[in-house]
């Protein structure tokens, strides 16, 4: 798993797995922007089922400009994960830099109506340096 992914967090019973890619066929540094896809795995190794409600990240680019980004669930899906499950998602993220990084965490909600959240490792946005 740690080939695949590089950054991890546990809460709870639940892991949360990133992996990054830099996309340069989406990025355009002349114009001042690079874009990632990064790809979110969460694994439930707690004994109840639960249901990812909403997601918070928190944004940093190279400037350390933060934006902050809340929203109902993930790539418009509220998942439920059983206990030994897990669910996958890829999305991505613009920045007007070539580095920042991205940090949050998911709002859950356990099948015994316990509410918590589960953080999302800090991972790092970098674009390969060109050589000029």
């Not at 509410?115 to 000029?132: E, H, M, N, R, Y």
């Given at each position: 798993m740690k080939s695949l992914f590089s950054e991890e967090a546990e809460t709870r019973g639940i892991t949360v797995r990133v992996s990054v890619s830099y996309l340069p066929e989406q990025s355009e540094p002349q114009r001042g922007r690079w874009f990632w896809?990064?790809?979110?795995?969460i694994e439930n190794e707690s004994e109840l089922t639960v249901q990812l409600l909403t997601r918070h990240w928190i944004i940093t680019d190279g400037r350390g400009h933060r934006h902050?980004?809340?929203g109902e669930g993930v790539v418009g899906e509220q998942p439920?994960?059983?206990?030994?499950?897990s669910f996958d998602y890829v999305s991505g993220c613009p920045l007007a830099t070539?580095?920042?990084?991205m940090q949050g965490s998911y709002?859950?909600?356990a099948e015994d109506g316990a509410?918590?959240?589960?953080?999302?490792?800090?991972?790092?946005?970098?674009?390969?340096?060109?050589?000029?």
């Open positions: 896809a990064y790809h979110i795995r902050t980004v809340e439920m994960i059983a206990p030994g499950g070539p580095t920042g990084n709002h859950m909600v509410a918590f959240d589960v953080a999302i490792p800090k991972f790092s946005l970098t674009a390969p340096a060109v050589a000029g």
